[in-house]
C-alpha cells in the first residue's frame, strides 16, 4: 500500500438530513462512525424523511454527548433527548429496508412537525433491530449499518472538490456532499479507483461510487437551494454515468477502530 492521503475532516450526523458535527478523532464501528445517523425522521407511515423533500433540515443543528441528543432550530426552543431513552418500537422504512426503531415521543414528534410543517415522529435505531446492508455489497451474512442511505461510511476527496469549483468558477464547500471521512489528495476523483484502504488499524472496503442528488444543492447553513441546481448541474457535465452523477465512495470497515484528522490514508488501488 502508498500513502498518498490524508484525513482531514470527520462528520458524523447524529439525525439523518440534519446538520453535522465535525470531529477531531471518531471511533469508527462495522455500522459506521460511532454516533452517525442514529436518529430518523419519518412520516406518520414509518417512512423516512430526508433533505431531498424538507431542505429546511439543514438548518437543525445537533450536539452530542455520552448522555443527551440536543437540537437546535433558528434560535427557537431546543429539544434535549436522551441517547438511551426507552420507547415503543415502530415499524420504519428507509429506502428498501424495513426495520423497528424506537420511537421518541410526542415531544420530539411535535418539535420536527412544526420545523417540517407535516405530522412526523423522530426514532432512534434499536441496538436489537440491526438494518440489513445491501447483500449485493456485503462483506458477511447479516452485515448492518446505520440509517444512512446504504453504507456505512461516505468519504469524499478535496483534489475532486477542487476541479468541481473550477469548473463552476466559484468556490463550492465541502459539507454540500455530506462526507463522514475527507480526505486530502492532489489528484481529483483518484478514489475511484480505490478498492481497499486503511487509517492506523481500520481497514475499509470500497462499497461502490456515490450517486448525488438534489441534496447537493441544498445550503446547509441555511437550507436554500440553489435556483439553478448548482453544482449537481456542473457535476452532471463530467461526472455522469449509466451509474448516476458520481461524487465520493461509499465504504465499509472491516475491522472497529479509532482514527484522527491527520491520519495517513494507506491505498491499495
Not at 461502490?208 to 452532471?236: F, M, S, Y
Not at 472491516?254 to 484522527?260: F, L
Amino acid at each position: 500500500m502508498t500513502a498518498i492521503a490524508t484525513v482531514t475532516e470527520l462528520i458524523i450526523y447524529p439525525v439523518k438530513s440534519c446538520g453535522g458535527i465535525s470531529l477531531n478523532s471518531v471511533v469508527v464501528e462495522h455500522e459506521g462512525f460511532q454516533g452517525d445517523r442514529h436518529w430518523l425522521i419519518v412520516d406518520p407511515t414509518g417512512k423516512f424523511l430526508t433533505q431531498r423533500q424538507y431542505p429546511q433540515l439543514a438548518r437543525v443543528k445537533p450536539q452530542l454527548d455520552d448522555q443527551y441528543l440536543s437540537l437546535t432550530f433558528d434560535g427557537g426552543p431546543p429539544l434535549k433527548l436522551s441517547r438511551n431513552a426507552p420507547g415503543p418500537l415502530i415499524p420504519v422504512t428507509i429506502w428498501r429496508n424495513q426495520v423497528q426503531a424506537i420511537d421518541q415521543g410526542p415531544v420530539a414528534a411535535a418539535w420536527f412537525s412544526e420545523i417540517l410543517q407535516t405530522p412526523c415522529r423522530l426514532v432512534r435505531q434499536s441496538p436489537d433491530q440491526p438494518r440489513p446492508l445491501n447483500p449485493k455489497y456485503a462483506l458477511w451474512k447479516n452485515q448492518a449499518v446505520s440509517f444512512a442511505d446504504g453504507y456505512p461510511v461516505l468519504l469524499t476527496n478535496t483534489a475532486s472538490l477542487d476541479l468541481l469549483s473550477e469548473k463552476l468558477g466559484t468556490p463550492v464547500p465541502m459539507n454540500r456532499f455530506r462526507p463522514n471521512l475527507v480526505v486530502k489528495t492532489d489528484i481529483p476523483f483518484a478514489e475511484d479507483h480505490w478498492q481497499r484502504l486503511q487509517i492506523r488499524d481500520v481497514p475499509l472496503v470500497m462499497a461502490k461510487p456515490c450517486e448525488r442528488c438534489i441534496v447537493i444543492t441544498t445550503d446547509q447553513n441555511t437550507g436554500d437551494r440553489h435556483p439553478a441546481q448548482e453544482p449537481l448541474r456542473t457535476l452532471g457535465t463530467f461526472r455522469r454515468t449509466e451509474k448516476g452523477i458520481l461524487f465520493g465512495i461509499n465504504l465499509m470497515p472491516t475491522q472497529q477502530g479509532r482514527i484522527s484528522i491527520g491520519d495517513r490514508v494507506e491505498i491499495n488501488p
